[in-house]
Structure formats: structure tokens, C-alpha cells
């Protein structure tokens, strides 16, 4: 059975920051691409990262580039998401999530599995 579950999370003051882990059992993980997402209050879910399986390539939304940064560690079966510099704006419940299929990109709509999800927030 696969499952993804996501730690790591919580309050933390702006400027701060946080390292999220994604711990996949069932699966490979270096077998698959995994993404980072987001999703706040009354807005849709969106990719922020991608760790594609092809070559390694990373992507970064914009609104997190230079902040975040995205990795694996294929021995312990874990992905995780490193965020500093965090903004009030960051504010979300966070996903990770992954798919075998080919791409240097994690489509919400094509990924395999998903996590249940962390909150983060930000707050003075």
C-alpha cells in the first residue's frame, strides 16, 4: 500500500524557517518525480516545487524561488522541502506528492499519490 506522510510543519515568525519531510513506503521514491504544493485558505491547491526523475531537474514557482529549496534522500525513501525566509504569505496547508509518468514538471491533475497534508503558518 502506498503512503505518503508529511512532518515538519507549524508556527513559525516571518523570516524563519522550516524544513518539511515527505516519507513514501510502498513504492520507490527514486522512481518517481515529487512535488511540493500548497494550498491556502480559499485559494486552489499550486505546485511549488518539483524534484522530476528525469536528470534531476527542479522546478520553483516563482513565489518561492530563491527561498525554498527541494531534495530527496532516495536511501531513507523521503523527500523534503526546505523553506526559509518565510512570509506571512506562505501560509498554507502543504502536500507533497508523486507520479512515474515522464516530464520535468509535477501537474497537479497527473500525479500518482498524494499526501494528507501539514499546515504551516506564519505569524509574528
Known amino acids: 500500500q502506498v503512503q505518503l506522510v508529511e512532518s515538519g510543519g507549524g508556527l513559525v515568525q516571518p523570516g524563519g524557517s522550516l524544513r518539511l519531510s515527505c516519507v513514501g513506503s510502498g513504492f520507490t521514491l527514486a522512481l518517481y518525480s515529487v512535488g511540493w504544493f500548497r494550498q491556502a485558505p480559499g485559494k486552489e491547491r499550486e505546485e511549488i516545487a518539483c524534484f522530476s526523475h528525469e536528470g534531476g531537474f527542479t522546478y520553483y514557482a516563482d513565489s518561492v524561488k530563491g527561498r525554498f529549496t527541494i531534495s530527496r534522500d532516495t536511501t531513507k525513501n523521503t523527500a523534503f522541502l526546505q523553506m526559509n525566509s518565510l512570509k506571512p504569505e506562505d501560509t498554507a496547508v502543504y502536500y507533497c506528492?508523486?507520479?512515474?509518468?515522464?516530464?520535468?514538471?509535477?501537474?497537479?491533475?497527473?500525479?500518482?499519490?498524494w499526501g494528507k497534508g501539514i499546515l504551516v503558518t506564519v505569524s509574528p
Open positions: 506528492a508523486t507520479r512515474l509518468g515522464p516530464g520535468r514538471r509535477c501537474p497537479k491533475g497527473a500525479m500518482d499519490y
